[in-house]
Every structure is written in structure tokens, then in C-alpha cells.
């Protein structure tokens, strides 16, 4: 009886160099489904989910930022933001004031609690991210983030490209 085999991953095989562009995206949406599924295992016993995490982290670093902000931080479209906002107050997890400067505008604080859950946690996604870049050097790990900061630059300047695009069209 034969042993049943592994799908073959895409790190084994070297790419065409003239396709290697074309799977970026793919490579980029595959590692990105993996992490956060992974991590949705971890925190789904917390009732959290990577949205919700991902927010108390922001808010650990920029606390009192505004939804737009928080949006852009982690990638998610505000009106998504502003639901996992709304479960994270509803827990006690954050609160909504009124900006200081413009009481139209609201900004977003973790509370006590919400800072406790996030350090409670800390440890453990720090774990998660050691083991994602093991085998990695230091340098290798600073030109990966550098590289995916590039791709991002460069995402926010295709997205302006196709709406000027879709502007002219229309």
C-alpha cells in the first residue's frame, strides 16, 4: 500500500523568472490566509478573532486613533472596523470618545481590560511571530519587511491608478 502524499508546495518549485511577478499576489493571499488562520485557533478560545486582535494592537501603540486610522492600519474596509469596535466596546475592551479637537469626530481608547486581554496574549503572538521567521536571519527578516512595505507603497499607488482609470471610463 502506498503512503498518501503532501501537496506539492510552490516553495519547492522555482518559479519561471519571466511568471515570477504573476504569483506574488497568490503567494502574498496564501501566507496571509495561513497566519491568520492559524491565529484564529489561538484566539478563538479568548472569543477573539483576528480583527478584534488585531485593533487592541493598534490601539496598544496609537490609542485614541480614529476609525479611518485604525482601517488603514490593518487593511480592513471602515465599515468592518467599526463592527469589530462595536463588539470590542460592547466587551469593555475599548470605548468611543469625542475628539477633543473636533467632537464630530470620535477616536477609539482601549480600556484597562483591553489592555490586560492584549498583554495576557503578547507572549504568545510573539511565539507565533518567532516561529513564522525561523530560519530567517536578522537581515533577511529587515529586507522581508522592508520588501513588503514596497508592495504596500506600491498597492496604494496601483489602487490610485485604477481609480483614475475607472474616473476617465466612466
Request: without cysteine; proline residues 6%; glycine residues 6%.
Amino acid at each position: 500500500m502506498s503512503r498518501p502524499t503532501r501537496p506539492l508546495s510552490l516553495r519547492h518549485l522555482p518559479p519561471p523568472r519571466e511568471h515570477a511577478a504573476e504569483l506574488l499576489p497568490y503567494l502574498l493571499n496564501r501566507a496571509t490566509s495561513r497566519v491568520n488562520q492559524l491565529w484564529r485557533t489561538a484566539l478563538r478560545p479568548r472569543g477573539l478573532t483576528a480583527a478584534r486582535w488585531q485593533v487592541l494592537s493598534v490601539l496598544t501603540e496609537f490609542d485614541g486613533s480614529r476609525i479611518g486610522a485604525i482601517a488603514t492600519m490593518i487593511g480592513l474596509e471602515q465599515p468592518a472596523v467599526s463592527r469589530v469596535i462595536d463588539q470590542l466596546e460592547r466587551d469593555g475592551l475599548v470605548q468611543r470618545r469625542p475628539a477633543e479637537d473636533d467632537s464630530r469626530v470620535v477616536e477609539v481608547w482601549i480600556t484597562s481590560v483591553g489592555r490586560r486581554v492584549h498583554e495576557e496574549l503578547l507572549p504568545e503572538a510573539t511565539d507565533y511571530v518567532q516561529d513564522l521567521v525561523a530560519g530567517f536571519t536578522p537581515a533577511e527578516i529587515a529586507v522581508m519587511t522592508e520588501l513588503l512595505g514596497r508592495v504596500l507603497d506600491n498597492v496604494e499607488i496601483a489602487g490610485e491608478h485604477i481609480a483614475n482609470r475607472l474616473e476617465i471610463g466612466s
